[in-house]
């Protein structure tokens, strides 16, 4: 099977969008899409967890004791313990409520935290998974919408260390749903459909 990749250039910026398996990309940072506990879950949040290890537990439950459960919409950063990429970025997504609750805010902020973090820290490269998308239900064709334009809008207005930023789908209807978002976003000048 053909590996499929889609690619387009915002200012200095490569943004990709490929199907696979985020705990094994080698970016400096990777995007959990984590619960407000940062306990480790199920899917993606899961996964990351098994892959780098109890050190990034323990970085979670320091976070959480310092400061409390992680608003939705925000974002902080661990070791990427044994995954290839140096961090992790753990960030709360929405749950589904219909879209009348804010969602589409929440989830385009976790998205803009996740690259301001990793522009503060002066990585070179993330990746994300499609936050909200799993358990929380958000419908992967809004979500997809939020998750471009949000991306799109951080590297076009802000300057950044940040100059690859992928996403890593894991099925194909989800990398089908986020191709289409980019192209209808390049192609029409789109903003975030939440603001």
Known sequence: ?????VEVKINQAKLIIIQGDITK???DAIVNAANSGLMGGGGVD????RAGGPVVLEECKQIVARQGRLPTGKAVITT???????????TV???WHGGNKGEPELLASAYRESLKLAGEN????????SISTGTYG?????ASEVAIGSVITSLRESITSVKEVVFVLFDSQTFRAYSSALEKIVE???RIPAE
């Not at 990427?80 to 753990?90: E, P, S, T």
């Not at 958000?138 to 809004?142: A, E, G, L, M, T």
């Open 46 to 49: 899961g996964a990351i967890h």
């Open 25 to 27: 990309q080698d970016t």
């Open 188 to 190: 029409t000048g789109d």
């Open 80 to 90: 990427g313990g044994n995954l290839k990429a140096r961090y992790v970025i753990h």
């Open 138 to 142: 958000y419908p992967i064709d809004k």
């Open 93 to 95: 997504g929405p749950i």
């Open 122 to 129: 002066h990585l070179y490269s993330i990746s994300f998974p």
């Open 1 to 5: 099977m053909k590996k499929q990749v």
